[in-house]
């Protein structure tokens, strides 16, 4: 089984920063990507940032400037640097990666999710 799990979501007011982590464990025999999404309510969930081993990034056009996602490939780990947050930020954010696993399957994973306050 692989899991991943996020963590660092919180309350932060306007312009401040979270820094959010996550972490992929379990039978791994390799990742491909890991990327961040987000989810507000009444919205359909958006690609936030992605990264691949490679080291290749892409941002949506709301976080460009703001946001950095960054990996840790020895410890299976992505982060996102999240500066200059606003509200409209609020979201639960959402950890994904494509792994090909222990059990010779290459599949998508999720992480359950952290929850963004972006408020004063």
């Keep these: ?4 799990v996020e963590s660092g979501g919180g309350l932060v007011q306007p312009g ?3 820094r959010l982590s996550c972490a992929a464990s379990g039978s791994i025999f390799s990742i491909n990507a890991m990327d961040w999404y987000r989810q507000a309510p009444g919205k359909e969930r958006e690609l936030v940032a992605a990264s691949t081993s490679g080291g290749n990034t892409n941002y949506a056009d709301s976080v460009k400037g703001r946001f950095t996602i960054s990996r ?7 982060y996102l640097q999240m500066n200059s947050l606003k509200p409209e930020d609020t979201a639960v954010y959402y950890c994904h990666a494509n792994i090909f ?3 010779w ?5 999720w992480g359950k ?4 306050t972006v408020s004063s």
């Design 101 to 103: 696993s222990g059990d």
């Design 16 to 18: 401040g920063s979270l």
């Design 72 to 78: 840790d490939n020895a410890k299976n780990t992505v």
């Design 105 to 109: 399957r290459v599949m998508d994973y």
């Design 113 to 116: 999710g952290t929850l963004v």
């Design 1 to 4: 089984q692989v899991h991943l």
